[in-house]
């Protein structure tokens, strides 16, 4: 799909103006930790397994905080689906440091 997988990104750090706004930033965040242990993957998922990863991190109510604006997440039926430019400025904000070089 991209050749940017989901583990070629550092979600140990904040995306830090990825998207303009810390809440989506953090959205995003959660989407790609979903992602890279879903496979290392940016293929569809549901709301509900996003929710499930979410719960077993003590949170609840998931919120993707305007990412789901069809220019970078589309939401049909249930299932999400990122964009090409949500792979690219999640990558842009923290790839991994070996990719760096």
């Known amino acids: 799909m991209y050749p940017i997988r989901p583990s070629d990104i550092d979600i140990s750090q904040h995306f830090w103006g990825a998207f303009g706004k810390q809440e ?3 959205s995003a965040r959660w989407i790609v ?4 242990q879903n496979g ?9 397994h996003l929710e499930a990863l979410y719960q077993r991190h003590g949170y609840s109510g998931f919120r993707f905080n305007g990412l789901n604006d069809d220019e970078h997440l589309s939401i049909t039926d249930g299932q999400c689906k990122v964009s090409h430019q949500f ?3 999640c990558f ?6 070996e990719l760096e070089q």
């Open 87 to 89: 792979v690219v400025k």
């Open 33 to 36: 930790d979903f992602c890279q």
């Open 40 to 48: 290392d993957t940016w293929a569809e998922f549901s709301v509900e």
């Open 24 to 26: 989506k930033e953090v």
């Open 92 to 97: 842009q904000s923290q790839p991994r440091e």
